[in-house]
C-alpha cells in the first residue's frame, strides 16, 4: 500500500508565499514521475506541475515564474512545490501525484494524496 500525505495548504493574503509538501509512503520499488494537481471549486482537475525521475520539470503556463516543484535529495520520496506571489485564481485544493512501481510489480500505479486546501483571499 502507498500512501501520499501533504501538508503546508492554508490562507494565505495575495503577493503571499506558500511551500507545500508530500512524503511518499509504503511499498514503493521505484518513482518514476512525482508532480502537483490542483482544483478549483467546479472546475477539473489541472496540471501545476511535474518533476520526473532525472530530475526535469514541467509546469502549467498559470505558474511558470511564480512556483518551483524540487524533490528531497536525500529522500527522493519527498516532494516540495514552492510558490510565491500567491493570485486569488491559485485558490484550490492541491493534490500529490506520483507514478510509481510497487515492490513486486512489473506495473506502474498512479497515486494520488487527499488533497491540502490552498487559499489567496484579502
Not at 27 to 50: C, E, P
Request: proline residues 2%; charged residues 15%.
Amino acid at each position: 500500500q502507498v500512501q501520499l500525505v501533504e501538508s503546508g495548504g492554508g490562507l494565505v493574503q495575495p503577493g503571499g508565499s506558500l511551500r507545500l509538501s508530500c512524503v511518499a509512503s509504503g511499498s514503493i520499488f521505484s518513482i518514476n514521475t512525482m508532480g502537483w494537481y490542483r482544483q478549483a471549486q467546479g472546475k477539473l482537475r489541472d496540471l501545476v506541475a511535474t518533476v520526473s525521475s532525472g530530475d526535469s520539470t514541467n509546469y502549467a503556463d498559470s505558474v511558470k515564474g511564480r512556483c518551483t516543484i524540487s524533490r528531497d535529495n536525500a529522500k527522493k520520496n519527498t516532494l516540495y512545490l514552492q510558490m510565491n506571489s500567491l493570485k486569488t485564481e491559485d485558490t484550490a485544493v492541491y493534490y500529490c501525484h506520483v507514478r510509481g512501481l510497487p515492490s513486486g510489480s512489473y506495473k506502474y500505479e498512479d497515486y494520488w494524496g487527499q488533497g491540502t486546501q490552498v487559499t489567496v483571499s484579502s
